[in-house]
T-cell receptor, first 115, second 112 residues
Framework: DSGVTQTPKHLITATGQRVTLRCSPR?????VYWYQQSLDQGLQFLIQYYNGEERAKGNILERFSAQQFPDLHSELNLSSLELGDSALYFCASSKRGGANTDTQYFGPGTRLTVL | EDQVTQSPEALRLQEGESSSLNCSYTVSGLRGLFWYRQDPGKGPEFLFT???AGEEKEKERLKATLTKKESFLHITAPKPEDSATYLC?????????????FGKGTKLSVKP
């Protein structure tokens, strides 16, 4: 158990809908990262928040947005969903803001299925 | 473009048969090299971080090493419970790909 929690574990929805994924980091960690993992693409970095502020952006679509709240939990919002958005979404956390040097601990993931 | 390439894509070993997994990287200004283990449908589990060429780290049957161009994960006398996908990631200075770039992994199967 990494100490990172994610809800829900599974989400099934229809095209065009909007969903929210939630992540609570490990106690004491200030950074939260979101990743998408699909079968053919591997783990793709989406976005990082550090202490409430956006720190880095990866290949995140405009239909996707995220935020980190004062209690440091984070939400990833996915809207106008398409079939291709079906994937595993992981949240990770680290103590500081250095994504390239700090060890990131991953949550169990949310499996999103878009029908 | 920063890139992390893992080989082989899949590896089948007999229990007790030692081998190595390779991770080669072209990451400008590599800051850290990370190894994770991932079981199907689960989140990646942290194994090692390496920061400089020549560094080595060990944990049970696993040993990770780092050179200026690649990293190796050596598995000594593997057991069936070592079966998983092993992911390597390079930490770069950033850019459009983000700060941690993952390879596609090596799927290891260890048969009893």
């Amino acid at each position: 158990d990494s100490g990172v929690t994610q809800t829900p574990k599974h989400l099934i929805t229809a095209t065009g809908q909007r969903v929210t994924l939630r992540c609570s980091p490990r106690s004491g960690d200030l950074s939260v990262y979101w990743y998408q993992q699909s079968l053919d693409q591997g783990l793709q970095f989406l976005i990082q928040y550090y202490n409430g502020e956006e720190r880095a952006k990866g290949n995140i679509l405009e239909r996707f947005s995220a935020q980190q709240f004062p209690d440091l939990h984070s939400e990833l919002n996915l809207s106008s969903l398409e079939l291709g958005d079906s994937a595993l979404y992981f949240c990770a956390s680290s103590k500081r803001g250095g994504a390239n040097t700090d060890t990131q601990y991953f949550g169990p993931g949310t499996r999103l299925t878009v029908l | 473009e920063d890139q992390v390439t893992q080989s082989p894509e899949a590896l089948r070993l007999q229990e007790g048969e030692s081998s190595s997994l390779n991770c080669s990287y072209t990451v400008s200004g590599l800051r850290g090299l990370f190894w994770y283990r991932q079981d199907p449908g689960k989140g990646p589990e942290f194994l090692f971080t390496l920061y400089s060429a020549g560094e080595e780290k060990e944990k049970e049957r696993l040993k990770a090493t780092l050179t200026k161009k690649e990293s190796f994960l050596h598995i000594t006398a593997p057991k069936p419970e070592d079966s998983a996908t092993y992911l390597c990631a390079g930490g770069s200075y950033g850019g459009s790909q983000g700060n941690l770039i993952f390879g596609k992994g090596t799927k290891l199967s260890v048969k009893p």
